[in-house]
């Protein structure tokens, strides 16, 4: 649910699966995200430094700070970006 599905714009949800050495772009992108993660472990790398969020447990990244995320064991997550998720808005490292 979001911009891209149903033209929703204030919040985006999506249920996510990253198999296992899956890496994402880098980004810094214009919405908050909220991720929960509901099996395995999702890594995230940001500027300050990187951390495994494990099954249970849920992170926040803040507008406009540089995050990239992977999942090199895999999981399945949940992410809920505010406002919602767009391709033009989450400004992904070339």
Same mark, same amino acid.
Request: proline residues 29%.
């Given at each position: 649910m979001g911009r891209v599905n149903t033209a929703t714009a204030s919040v985006s949800v999506a249920r996510m699966v990253g !198999? !296992?050495?899956w890496v994402e772009p880098g980004q810094r992108p214009e919405f908050d995200e909220y991720t929960l993660v509901l099996e395995g472990a999702l890594r995230v790398e940001g500027e300050g430094g990187c951390f495994d969020v494990r099954a249970g447990q849920a992170v926040h990244v803040a507008a406009g700070e540089w995050?990239?995320?992977?999942t090199p064991e895999g999981a399945t997550y949940v992410a809920i970006c505010l406002p919602a998720f767009s391709p033009d808005t989450v400004h992904r490292d070339e």
């Open positions: !198999p !296992p050495g995050v990239r995320y992977s």
